[in-house]
């Protein structure tokens, strides 16, 4: 018995070890995090508001947006240039993005800080500053809105993480993450998924759910399709490896 107490005691811990290293914890996502590196190099508030939590740099109990579950981020008010190949596409062109694609573009267009949240835990937001390099709120905003409505990277992290290196020494591009309002470059999102007589080079939407994708509301391909942000097992936030192009013929056959 004390053996046998012993073997699940080892197991138990062995899944919940798996657990923690699937977490949003600790991975790009948890965005305390992001703020603790930027306190070891003595910047301190100046880049992101500290809420100390994280969750509530996207989720909300109370009063949150519709867009996705207790959604704590307004949506883009941007318009955006979308995948439009008329050549490449069996499928009607994709419109602007859906609501579940647009939570993550929230993010990742670079137009909305990624501290700017609805509802703000505790004494809230920072809004009294300091702010970057010696900057007033206004000047910190209005170069923060002047780089995005430019398309270049907007807002908080884009001031400083840009190709160039920003006003700073030694950050990382951040670029790679901001897709800007141009979004025709990238794989087309809010689409529906090709029916076999549009398309019968596409696996059915059955295969692709087994294979480990999901298709939202109608059968559209949206950005959660492909990347499951809660779970960073897999590099970038994949819902299954890429490996041999297996995501890319979860969907095509080629």
């Known amino acids: 018995m004390k053996k046998l107490f012993t073997l699940i005691l080892f197991a138990t811990l062995a899944m919940a070890a798996f657990a923690y290293s699937a977490s949003i914890v600790n991975s790009r996502h948890d965005l305390t995090?992001?703020?603790?590196?930027?306190?070891?190099?003595?910047?301190?508030?100046?880049?992101?508001?500290?809420?100390?939590?994280?969750?509530?740099y996207c989720h909300t109990p109370h009063g949150g947006s519709t867009d996705a579950p207790l959604w704590n981020r307004n949506t883009p008010a941007g318009s955006y240039q979308v995948y439009n190949s008329s050549a490449t596409m069996d499928t009607t062109v994709p419109g602007m993005p859906n609501a579940i694609s647009l939570a993550c573009l929230s993010c990742h267009d670079g137009t909305i800080a990624v501290d700017s949240i609805?509802?703000?835990?505790?004494?809230?937001?920072?809004l009294t500053g300091p702010w970057p390099n010696g900057m007033s709120e206004t000047l910190f905003?209005?170069?923060?809105?002047?780089?995005?409505?430019?398309?270049?990277?907007?807002?908080?992290?884009?001031?400083?993480?840009?190709?160039?290196?920003?006003?700073?020494?030694?950050?990382?591009?951040?670029?790679?993450?901001?897709?800007?309002?141009?979004?025709?470059?990238?794989?087309?999102?809010?689409?529906?998924?090709?029916?076999?007589?549009?398309?019968?080079?596409?696996?059915?939407?059955?295969?692709?759910?087994?294979?480990?994708?999901?298709?939202?509301?109608?059968?559209?391909?949206?950005?959660?399709?492909?990347?499951?942000?809660?779970?960073?097992?897999?590099?970038?936030?994949?819902?299954?490896?890429?490996?041999?192009?297996?995501?890319?013929?979860?969907?095509?056959?080629?």
């Open 141 to 254: 905003n209005s170069h923060a809105k002047m780089e995005a409505t430019s398309g270049q990277w907007g807002q908080s992290c884009g001031v400083c993480h840009d190709a160039d290196g920003g006003p700073g020494d030694g950050e990382h591009d951040g670029t790679a993450t901001y897709l800007t309002t141009n979004l025709s470059d990238d794989h087309p999102i809010s689409m529906s998924y090709p029916t076999p007589a549009q398309d019968p080079n596409f696996k059915t939407t059955s295969d692709v759910a087994s294979a480990g994708l999901r298709l939202f509301s109608s059968d559209t391909v949206e950005c959660p399709t492909c990347h499951d942000v809660h779970d960073p097992a897999i590099t970038p936030f994949l819902r299954i490896s890429n490996s041999g192009s297996a995501l890319c013929t979860a969907c095509h056959i080629k």
């Open 118 to 126: 609805i509802n703000a835990p505790g004494s809230g937001a920072n």
């Open 33 to 56: 995090k992001v703020r603790a590196t930027h306190d070891s190099f003595g910047y301190g508030n100046l880049h992101l508001n500290d809420y100390g939590e994280v969750c509530v």
